[in-house]
């Protein structure tokens, strides 16, 4: 049978549309592996401190999440009970998150820091299970279990000393966005995913402004701290957040959190080649188990 240019479109379409759940939180969640690189740099390495970033981080990220959502046609201007639930929203996707995030790689190795931050792939299941967005299945939780697995032999913490404030931090991390992520599905399905991100961005960054002023006096002006700032505004904070956004919207909760381990991943990845670390087997192992587990869960509902 001849496949005609109409049938080429829609055989095309629909797999762009099978495809979206899926491509969205990968780019948001390899783009916030390099972050982790970048912030371990920038915090750990005494440039700025994690308040401080976070706030110009996202004073950068604002201004261009708001032009995308208008050129996207999204309403900026929504209805006002959305627009609150939006901005409300930044205290923990925002403000909330990275600054736990940050300031916990002032505390702890960043292997650590982003062992327990990977807690939010468990958490958003359980929790989209109880809240009725998903369903318990041997696939969903031998996904979370392979992944979050997969995840430890990746950052392979067992020579890193736990501090009971970064790991506090870290957790703090992991809560505001799970919460995050189960809430923001509703508000960013009316609005729109980047529209309803810049009213969170927004606020969480006003929210964060007068903690960073200290902060700010003291931080290092380096022609590398600028390069990666700004870097950390464009890429993993205003492209990884609307990316994460809309795949919220298209998929609910549960599917793109079982992506946030490629996020270490990734940054294990990005040392072996740029900053020479050895990969080890086990780490190999362990980014097959993250694959596998996140394979088995797409593929569950996509």
Not at 19 to 33: E, M
Not at 244 to 253: A, D, E, I, Y
């Amino acid at each position: 049978m001849e496949i005609t240019g109409s049938h080429r479109t829609q055989l095309w379409r629909g797999i762009v549309s099978r495809l979206q759940p899926i491509v969205f939180p990968l780019i948001a969640t390899v783009s916030w592996g390099t972050n982790a690189v970048a912030g371990r740099i920038l915090v750990g390495g005494g440039y700025i401190d994690g308040v401080s970033l976070t706030f110009v981080r996202f004073a950068l990220a604002t201004p261009l999440i708001l032009l995308a959502a208008s050129a996207l046609g999204e309403k900026v201007r929504g209805e006002p009970r959305d627009v609150a639930i939006a901005a409300i929203l930044g205290l923990l996707g925002v403000s909330g998150f990275n600054v736990f995030f940050y300031t916990a790689l002032g505390y702890m190795e960043a292997a650590l820091v982003s062992l327990i931050t990977s807690l939010i792939t468990p958490m958003t299941y359980i929790a989209g299970v109880i809240l009725g967005m998903d369903k318990l299945d041997t696939r969903g939780v031998a996904g979370v279990l392979l992944a979050v697995g997969g995840t430890y032999l990746v950052l392979n913490p067992g020579s890193s000393s736990i501090n009971l404030i970064g790991a506090l931090l870290a957790f703090g991390a992991a809560l505001s966005w799970t919460v995050y992520t189960l809430a923001v599905k509703g508000v960013a399905s009316r609005m729109g995913p980047t529209a309803a991100l810049f009213w969170s961005s927004l606020l969480g960054t006003l929210v964060v402004a007068p903690l960073s002023l200290e902060g700010l006096e003291h931080a290092r002006i380096t022609y590398l701290s600028i390069a990666l700032i700004v870097y950390v505004a464009i890429v993993p904070g205003a492209v990884g957040y609307a990316a994460w956004n809309l795949g919220v919207k298209l998929s609910g909760p549960v599917l793109p959190s079982i992506f946030i381990p490629l996020v270490p991943l990734t940054a294990t990845i990005l040392a072996w080649i740029l900053l020479g670390e050895v990969l080890t087997p086990i780490q190999v192992l362990g980014g097959l188990l993250i694959v596998i587990g996140i394979i088995l869960v797409v593929t569950r509902r996509v």
